[in-house]
């Protein structure tokens, strides 16, 4: 029913900076917990950030003073700015609605996956 769309990414070199978007259709994301996470290749998915109803957001350590998560509800999206990436950054980037606002541990997601949007850095 809720389709994710996950855009913004593409190769980037190290110490640069990117912005990715979050849209889905059929709901409402304002009405949503959210989150980004991001899985590289190898390795499993993890959660690098999530945002409350009411913009409460927190992080992961590994990306924290690095990335942002916001939300701006009259577009119906969430983004992540992702600044001063390294090539460990190197992953394909997902969103999902959340039940809670907890890093660790995640909370559970209430969607699908979307495809997801790849960032490369390159050294």
């Known amino acids: 029913q809720v389709q994710l769309v996950e855009s913004g990414g593409g190769v980037v070199q190290a110490g640069g900076s990117l912005k990715l978007s979050c849209a889905a259709s059929g709901t409402d994301l304002s009405l949503n917990h959210m989150a980004w996470y991001r899985q590289a290749p190898g390795s499993q998915r993890e959660m690098v950030a999530v945002?409350?109803?009411?913009?409460?957001?927190k992080y992961a350590d590994s990306v924290k003073g690095r990335f942002t998560i916001s939300r701006d509800n009259a577009k119906n999206q969430v983004a992540l700015q992702v600044n001063s990436v390294t090539p460990e950054d190197t992953a394909v980037y997902y969103c999902?609605?959340?039940?809670?606002?907890?890093?660790?541990?995640?909370?559970?997601?209430?969607?699908?996956w979307g495809q997801g949007t790849q960032v490369i850095v390159s050294s």
């Open positions: 945002i409350s109803i009411g913009g409460y957001t």
């Open positions: 999902n609605a959340v039940r809670g606002v907890t890093i660790v541990p995640p909370a559970a997601t209430k969607w699908d």
